[in-house]
């Protein structure tokens, strides 16, 4: 979960968000090795007091500082490219979950079993326990096995919203009359937090999101009891 000490990204839960973690290094690392050779250049060019006075050209360097830029936008390009149609891969998906973004709170379907429909609203300050989150916690988690291939179907039904877990790298859209869908991954359990990254209105900031990762045994155990209910 991120914090206000949180200096990078939170620890990744699926693979895309190390992989996305790893591109954001590799960028960096690149902007890194730019920043310093022309800081370095710029401080040679302010301390140098000796010139060329007969300098009217250079081919030479401005054929490699022409080139050696397109490079560098390949060697960002093509990881960035590979990465893009990973995040639109929907593998097979083992469970198939529906969320509906409503001001101010989600409802969540799961399409593969029949009778399971829930609201998530946030808990209210007055109503907390001392193991809660402020503004993070909701009275119904969605709960997912892990290891698994998930598919999330999202849409609204009145504004925009947008459905983000920032731990697992998934920020996705929900569009009024629209179904778009996303596929991910968790490779551990846990309990993860998001919220609606799209300002929707005056509550926008009260619809948190949280997702808890479970055994497969565990998770046919909740759907089990949510069956009942």
């Not at 990204?9 to 693979?15: F, G, R, Y």
């Not at 969320?99 to 007055?126: L, R, V």
Request: glycine content about 4%.
């Amino acid at each position: 979960m991120m914090t206000w000490k949180t200096l990078m990204s939170p620890d990744s839960a699926s693979p895309l968000m190390e992989q996305l973690t790893f591109l954001h290094d590799h960028a960096l690392m690149i902007l890194l090795m730019i920043t310093v050779l022309v800081g370095y250049l710029m401080a040679s060019l302010f301390f140098n007091k000796f010139n060329y006075r007969y300098l009217l050209e250079g081919q030479t360097i401005e054929m490699i500082w022409t080139i050696l830029p397109a490079v560098i936008l390949i060697f960002i390009a093509l990881p960035s490219l590979r990465l893009l149609y990973l995040l639109d891969e929907v593998n097979n998906p083992l469970v198939t979950v529906k969320t509906i973004g409503h001001q101010w709170y989600w409802s969540y379907e799961y399409t593969d079993f029949a009778n399971i429909e829930f609201d998530s609203y946030m808990i209210p300050s007055n109503e907390m326990e001392d193991y809660h989150f402020r503004l993070l916690d909701v009275d119904n988690r969605i709960a997912v096995p892990y290891n698994s291939q998930i598919r999330m179907i999202v849409t609204a039904a009145d504004v925009l919203h947008s459905w983000t877990i920032p731990t697992l790298g998934v920020k996705i859209d929900a569009t009024p009359g629209r179904l778009n869908q996303i596929s991910f991954l968790l490779n551990r359990t846990g309990i993860f937090f998001g919220q609606c990254s799209e300002i929707c209105g005056a509550n926008h900031s009260f619809m948190p999101i949280v997702m808890e990762s479970i055994s497969p045994e565990c998770f046919i155990s909740w759907i089990y009891n949510m069956s009942e209910i």
